[in-house]
């Protein structure tokens, strides 16, 4: 009987007794219970989380389609503005093209109106020039000659135009 003088013996049957003890207290049933109430809220956490997940998964969606639209948009902005701007380079080109000719147009009439008028002038200048040489050219025949063959003549048709 030295197995009961062995203190491991006795600490070994003081432990089946404490087990027991607990067993008929019913602390497994309580330990189960608490596990089974924290693995219930563990379930509960994980069903948020995946449907938290899916919202998220849904939203990502969302705003993968909203991007797509939005390039999608963006590009038929730009090759609208691409064409706008490209209509209005080319009307702007044609405009040019017809100012610069009304101006060419409006500076040839200005340049031939000049000339004329350079021309008129110059008209003008040579009959006023002939008119005086004219009278220059008079004044010394009537000042050289007490009378001019010229004007003797044009006095006797005069004369005879009146009869």
Same mark, same amino acid.
């Given at each position: 009987?030295?197995?009961?003088?062995? !203190?491991?013996?006795?600490?070994?049957?003081?432990?089946?007794?404490?087990?027991? &003890?607990?067993?008929?207290?019913?602390?497994?049933?309580?330990?189960?219970?608490?596990?089974?109430?924290? !693995?219930?809220?563990?379930?509960?956490?994980?069903?948020?989380?995946?449907?938290?997940?899916?919202?998220?998964?849904?939203?990502?969606?969302?705003?993968?389609?909203?991007?797509? $639209?939005?390039?999608?948009?963006?590009?038929?902005?730009?090759?609208?503005?691409?064409?706008?701007?490209?209509?209005?380079?080319?009307?702007?080109?044609?405009?040019?093209?017809?100012? &610069?000719?009304? $101006?060419?147009?409006?500076?040839?009439? $200005?340049?031939?109106?000049?000339?004329?008028?350079?021309?008129?002038?110059?008209?003008?200048?040579?009959?006023?020039?002939?008119?005086?040489?004219?009278?220059?050219?008079?004044?010394? $025949?009537?000042?050289?000659?007490?009378?001019?063959?010229?004007?003797?003549?044009? &006095?006797?048709? &005069?004369?005879?135009?009146?009869?």
């Amino acid at each position: 009987m030295d197995i009961l003088l062995d !203190a491991h013996f006795w600490v070994g049957v003081a432990l089946v007794i404490f087990v027991l &003890i607990l067993v008929r207290a019913g602390v497994p049933g309580l330990a189960a219970k608490a596990i089974d109430a924290r !693995a219930d809220k563990l379930r509960a956490r994980l069903a948020e989380a995946e449907a938290l997940r899916e919202e998220a998964n849904q939203l990502l969606a969302q705003i993968r389609e909203q991007k797509a $639209r939005s390039d999608k948009l963006a590009a038929e902005v730009l090759a609208n503005a691409k064409a706008e701007a490209e209509r209005l380079q080319v009307e702007a080109e044609k405009n040019l093209k017809e100012q &610069i000719g009304r $101006r060419g147009e409006l500076a040839e009439r $200005r340049i031939a109106t000049a000339e004329a008028q350079a021309a008129a002038e110059v008209k003008a200048a040579a009959a006023d020039l002939a008119a005086q040489i004219a009278e220059d050219v008079l004044k010394q $025949r009537l000042a050289g000659a007490k009378s001019d063959p010229l004007i003797d003549q044009a &006095i006797g048709q &005069i004369g005879s135009k009146l009869q």
